[in-house]
């Protein structure tokens, strides 16, 4: 544009009109471009991401076991059998003290008992039964009454010596020779077993060859018995 229509659009009112709205258009082009940098960003939100919860663990519900019924059997019912009538028998009791058999003494058997076979006889010097056991003693022991009894006889035999002989209760007797002359029981007398009825002496004639003792001898209805199996009792 040259100089003269340039001078000429400045002496017009228009130009001014014209410069006065531009200004305009840049100062509130500018004002708004300023008053967008003082505001904050604009905050998005985000929608909330929902939670999400574990599942719950299924419960299983066990079945209850099926309760087990003792079954009872019927027990067979016995039958009553009648029972036997029993016979009483009246006869009142007697009651008897119990039977004590003692050693007449402790010694060494010097001859045994022997009636089924014969056996030699030092004093007589022949072969013999022998119808009772000797006893070693030493003179003036005590001899005992093997059981209790009643004295059936005292005597001085010729041939065995001083005797006593004691009646037992089931028919047994026994007899106790070759004792020192004085016996301490008589005929008659009562005795306990373990009494003292004697001692050892050395009257036996017919067993003066042996060293002293005791010739102890027992029967049962008038037949000899083996004294150790009668002490045994």
């Known amino acids: 544009m040259d100089n003269k229509k340039w001078e000429a659009l400045r002496g017009s009112a228009g130009f001014y009109i014209t410069l006065a709205v531009c200004l305009l258009v840049v100062g509130v082009s500018g004002w708004m471009l300023l008053s967008d940098r003082g505001k904050e960003p604009a905050v998005v939100e985000e929608d909330p991401v929902p939670e999400v919860s574990a599942p719950a663990p299924e ?3 066990e079945e209850p076991e099926p309760a087990v019924v003792e079954t009872i059997q019927p027990q067979p ?3 009553t059998v009648p029972m036997p009538e029993v016979e009483v028998d009246d006869t009142p009791v007697v009651v008897q003290a119990p039977r004590l058999v003692v050693s007449p003494l402790n ?3 010097l001859t045994a008992f022997s009636v089924d076979k014969l056996v ?3 004093t007589m010097d022949d072969w013999r039964v022998h119808d009772g056991v000797d006893i070693s003693a030493k003179p003036g022991t005590t001899v005992l009454a093997a ?4 004295v059936l006889a005292v005597e001085d035999d ?10 037992h209760d089931g028919g047994y007797q026994t007899t106790y020779a070759s004792l020192q002359s ?6 008659g007398d009562t005795v306990s077993a373990g009494q003292i009825i004697g001692a050892v002496g050395t009257t036996a ?7 002293p003792h005791l010739h102890f001898s027992v029967t049962k209805d008038g037949d000899a018995v083996d004294p150790e199996e009668f002490l045994k009792r």
Do not use: F, L, N
């Not at 059981?147 to 009643?150: D, I, L, Q, T």
């Not at 004639?205 to 060293?211: P, T």
């Open 59 to 61: 419960v299983t519900e």
């Open 77 to 79: 019912v016995e039958e």
């Open 107 to 109: 010694g060494q058997v």
């Open 120 to 122: 030699y006889d030092v």
């Open 147 to 150: 059981c209790s009894g009643a």
């Open 158 to 167: 010729p041939m065995m010596g001083t005797t006593v002989t004691i009646g």
């Open 182 to 187: 004085r016996p301490t029981v008589e005929a």
């Open 205 to 211: 004639k017919a067993e003066s060859g042996q060293s």
